[in-house]
């Protein structure tokens, strides 16, 4: 069994950990993602959601066993600053703010997925600023996973009726993690040198546990011994289950020790107080 996040050595940190990368313009996401890697020395890492090779910002990559759990940001929410380059003047954007709620998608050319009309929902769209002579808006937005943020300055262009595309974006929001405390590649550049010369302190402020980009979903704590039945493969059963107070029947959650080392994802599927049955069906198992 993994340790507990707080008394993981160095080693055991990077085979079950998260950085939360600053992507910078010009490489994909998974350049940036394959050269963490290999700095970091671990056979494994994914990201939380491509980003375009000029777009910056928010770019969670696991390390390790950590990688399992990639499905936990399908639905989280994203955030962004975008830039609106408009093609002709207006006086106002009132009508951006009506992009506010569920909208209809169809993914671009380019897109890896299949191009089908499909709804996106916007949580919440802000003009920041907006200079009418240069015909220019700053915009935050945030929204459900897999929206297309270019389209949506595309199709705000169509309503204003002037025309619009995206200009530079970043994102700076991927539930559970923001851009208050990013790790640029050369943060990481830096920690891996000090470490290769026997300081710990700088890797362990740019790799955090692996256990952070799970905070965002219920959480389930069980039995040691539970633990070490799900970690040969068995389902999360009633009587190994200390407390899953936010746990609702259907929810993806993440099951804890006591010590808070994550031992698997799973679905509710039974009542967490009952005295028998299954209560979590395992879906991905961590340790």
Known sequence: MRAPPDERDVDELLSFGVVNLDKPPGPSSHQVTGWLRDRLGVERAAHAGTLDPKVTGCLPVLTGDATRMAQVFDESVKGYIAVLELHGRTDDLETAAEFEGPILQKPPRKSAVKRR?????????????????????????????????????????????????????????????????????????????????????????????????????????????????????????????????????????????????????GNVVGDPDATSGTVVDTQRVLV
């Open 117 to 265: 009309l499909r709804t996106r929902t916007i949580h919440q769209l802000d003009v920041l600023e907006f200079e009418r002579e240069n015909r220019r808006a700053l915009l935050r937005i945030d929204c459900e996973s897999g929206t297309y943020i270019r389209k949506l300055c595309h199709d705000i262009g169509l309503a204003l009726g002037t025309g619009a595309h995206m200009g530079d974006l970043r994102r700076v929001r991927t539930v559970p993690f923001d851009d208050t405390d990013l790790v640029t590649m050369h943060d990481l550049t830096d920690a891996m040198a000090f470490y290769e010369d026997g300081s710990e302190r700088e890797i362990r402020s740019v790799v955090a546990p692996g256990e952070r980009a799970l905070s965002h979903i219920p959480r389930v704590t069980i039995a040691e011994s539970a633990a070490q039945e799900i970690a040969n493969g068995a389902p999360v059963y009633a009587p190994g289950v200390l407390d899953a107070e936010d746990a609702e029947r259907g929810a993806l959650v993440a099951c804890y020790t006591p010590a808070g080392t994550a031992v698997c994802l």
